[in-house]
């Protein structure tokens, strides 16, 4: 098996990582910044995000960013420009809008997690189940599933037909039939990776149908329909989201960190960019 590179360090936490015109773009966690990274380490602070934590990217089929963040608007870079808002999703859910997917008909996912994380983790807040939204491309907005615990990363697989999302509170993959108006249907269990197995953060998916995602006990995890668990990559510290990209899709770019619940954005920074040949190249969205 290939070694594990380090690309980047310094970092206070990296999430949502996406590759996009030949290099790793990703959100800053604790930095207020969206950041690309090419694959000899270079690197570029792009834009900069109104959220210090728990904010995510993904890109229209025009080529603009959108960044979806805690205050429940999606955002809009106009090239170069500022931000305008593209969706408001704040009648949806007052809390913690999380993870962001554009399919390839350029329908947005988002979803929320439902309830006051931090909150939560400092034990004056409850959990409470998340959704799912679904943003066309006119800019109109609906709920499209519930009763989600936790979502986190999700996936839409290249013909545009499934839609898979992390249940982070569970260990389970869940899947969805996507209809041709976008809405999400036919609700099932994609993947149970069973007790201790994992609370699934940002995913991908790559060509022979597995999921690359992270997992409990510092590792990431390429991950069958079913849950078989193919490949299960060792760290040294927390897997908070992984992408495959590249020039042939298959380098496996995975963002870690310490995580420090009580202090998550302070210092010392640990947050890296670490990297890994996969076995099969990416697919799909993101």
């Known amino acids: 098996m290939p070694e594990v590179q380090t690309l980047m360090s310094g970092l206070v936490i990296g999430e949502s990582p996406r590759w996009h015109e030949g290099r790793l773009w990703f959100s800053h966690w604790g930095a207020q910044q969206i950041v690309a990274v090419d694959l000899d380490g270079n690197?570029?602070?792009?834009?900069r995000a109104t959220t210090n934590i728990g904010y995510s990217i993904d890109w229209l089929p025009d080529g603009r960013l959108l960044v979806s963040g805690?205050?429940?608007?999606?955002?809009?870079?106009?090239?170069?420009?500022?931000f305008s808002i593209y969706a408001d999703l704040r009648g949806l859910s007052p809390h913690g809008w999380n993870e962001?997917?554009?399919?390839?008909?350029?329908?947005?996912?988002?979803?929320?997690?439902?309830?006051?994380?931090?909150?939560?983790?400092?034990?004056?807040a409850e959990f409470a189940p998340g959704i799912i939204a679904l943003v066309t491309?006119?800019?109109?907005?609906?709920?499209?599933a519930d009763g989600i615990a936790f979502?986190?990363?999700?996936?839409?697989?290249?013909?545009?037909?499934?839609?898979?999302?992390?249940?982070?509170?569970?260990?389970?993959?869940?899947?969805?039939?996507?209809?041709?108006?976008?809405?999400l249907s036919n609700r099932r269990v994609w993947a149970d990776l069973g007790?201790?197995?994992?609370?699934?953060?940002?995913?991908?998916?790559?060509?022979?149908?597995a999921v690359w995602t992270p997992v409990r006990g510092n590792a990431c995890s390429r991950v069958s329909e079913g849950g078989e668990v193919l490949q299960r990559i060792e760290l040294d510290r927390s897997c908070f989201a992984c992408m495959l990209g590249g020039p042939d899709g298959r380098m496996l770019f995975m963002m870690a960190a310490r995580w420090r619940p009580e202090n998550p954005t302070?210092?010392?920074?640990t947050g890296q960019v670490l990297?890994?040949?996969?076995?099969?190249?990416?697919?799909g969205w993101p």
């Open 43 to 47: 690197s570029e602070v792009v834009t």
């Open 70 to 82: 805690q205050e429940g608007l999606l955002v809009r870079n106009e090239r170069d420009g500022p």
């Open 100 to 124: 962001i997917v554009v399919d390839g008909r350029g329908n947005a996912y988002v979803n929320c997690v439902g309830f006051d994380f931090m909150g939560f983790l400092e034990g004056r």
């Open 137 to 144: 491309p006119d800019g109109s907005v609906r709920q499209v």
């Open 151 to 183: 979502p986190n990363g999700m996936v839409v697989t290249p013909d545009n037909s499934t839609l898979i999302v992390a249940e982070s509170f569970t260990s389970n993959f869940t899947a969805f039939d996507v209809g041709a108006d976008g809405d």
């Open 195 to 209: 007790e201790g197995g994992g609370d699934g953060d940002g995913i991908c998916i790559d060509t022979e149908g």
């Open 266 to 269: 302070g210092e010392p920074r």
């Open 275 to 283: 990297t890994i040949r996969a076995p099969a190249p990416g697919v």
